[in-house]
C-alpha cells in the first residue's frame, strides 16, 4: 500500500522518527507487529525491511504510522533520505503480536537501544487499556549513552517510573540494563508482573538466565532480519526448544517476531 512520507526527522545522532500517511484502510497494528517498506520511486530492494511500529493512528480519512529507526546500513541510510511527499510501499501489519492482559497489576517493559520503538507502542496500548485503573507501568531503559537515549520523554509520560541504564554512566545507573533489572527481579511476582523486553541478544540471553529461577511470563519480541516477512524465504529462523528437548526452527516473520524467552534455544 502507497503511503507519502509526512515528515522523516533526526531527533539524535543516527535515530530517525519517520511519519508516513497510509490509506485509511491500513489496518491498525497490534502492538509487536511489524511493517514491511519499501520506496517505490527507487524500487531498491534494499529498503525492502521491516519495522516495529512506534506509534499509530487514525483520523478521519487517513491513517498515520510512526517508524522510530537507526541507521545500520545501505537500507536505512537511504530510508532517512526520505522527504516529506515522497512515497513509500508500506506492507503489513505482519507477525504475531504480544499477547496483552488487561487486568495485569504491574507490567514491566525491559529494553535497549531503539528496542524502544515497539515497547513504547505497546506501553502506551497497556496505558489506553487500563483506563482509570492504576496499573504500574516499569520500563528499565537501556542504552550505550545518555544522547543516545531515544524517545526517553515519551517512554517516561507513558510509564510509573523509568529506570535508565548507560554503558559509560553518563545518565541513570551504569551498567547493562540486566544489570539493573537484576537487582529488583526478585520484587517482581508471577501471577501479578508480566514482562516484556525487545533489545539486542545478549541482552535476551542474560534475561533469561535472570528469570530461570523466576516463572514470570516474559514475551520477547526478537527483531531478526528479514527479506519476504511473509514465510517464504526462511530468512529469518530462529531456534526453539521443543517440548522433547529438540531443537524446532520457526520464521520470526510468521511465527514471531514475538516469543515466549523460555521457548528460544540460546545455544
Ligand atoms: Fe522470509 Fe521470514 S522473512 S521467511
Redesign the pocket.
Known sequence: MNGAVIKNREICAGHFLLSVKLPESFKTPMPGQFVMTRDTGRNDPLLGRPFSVYHFERSENKATVEILYKVVGKGTLLLSRLREGDLLEVLGPYGRAFDVFPEAERVVFICGGIGIAPITYLASHYRKRSGARNVKLVCYYGASEAENLVGIEKIKDICSKVFICTDDGSEGYQGLVTEKFGEDVSSYEPGTSNIYACGPRPMFKQLSKLLAVNPISCQILMEER???????????TVLLNDAEGQRARA????DGPVFNIRDIHWG
Open positions: 528479514m527479506a519476504c516477512g511473509v514465510g517464504a524465504c526462511l530468512g529469518c520464521r520470526a516473520c510468521i
